[in-house]
């Protein structure tokens, strides 16, 4: 039963990541890679070499593909391309900023977290709460 391959069902999702080479590496070695039949891949290793044109092709790819449920991205590649990640507002598949080896997480620039001060801040208003 164990050396059984797994067979994707249209209820299977992928992680897609964006994100510097050390990162990739291990969350594949974690089991998060996939490669399909097109040889397309799930991840987009960010080094010097990588253009932001790159990583906005990556970005929009992976949001716009119906296998993929979440997208980490460093938080440092999601500063470059600030303007998509910050635009985008759909539920899934779910962005999550992340931090790497070589820059540290800074909440200030998350998206995400921002989105949700911003709903408790209105909540707590709207309730007459602060």
């Not at 069902?9 to 890679?33: H, N, P, Q």
């Not at 097109?38 to 932001?52: E, F, G, M, P």
């Not at 119906?66 to 440092?76: G, K, N, R, T």
């Amino acid at each position: 039963m164990a050396n059984r391959a797994q067979i994707p069902t249209k209820s299977s999702a992928l992680i897609a990541m964006i994100a510097d080479e050390d990162t990739v590496v291990g969350f594949l070695l974690a089991g998060v890679g996939n490669v399909d039949i097109r040889r397309k891949t799930n991840y987009l290793i960010v080094d010097s070499k990588t253009t932001v044109k790159q990583i906005e092709d990556a970005f929009k790819e992976f949001t716009t593909r119906e296998d993929i449920a979440i997208v980490l991205i460093s938080q440092y590649v999601a500063n470059m391309i600030r303007f998509l990640v910050d635009s985008y507002n759909k539920p899934v598949p779910a962005i999550l900023e992340i931090p790497s080896k070589d820059h540290p997480y800074d909440p200030a620039h998350d998206s995400v977290l921002s989105r949700v001060k911003y709903l408790f801040s209105t909540e707590s208003v709207a309730s007459g709460r602060r």
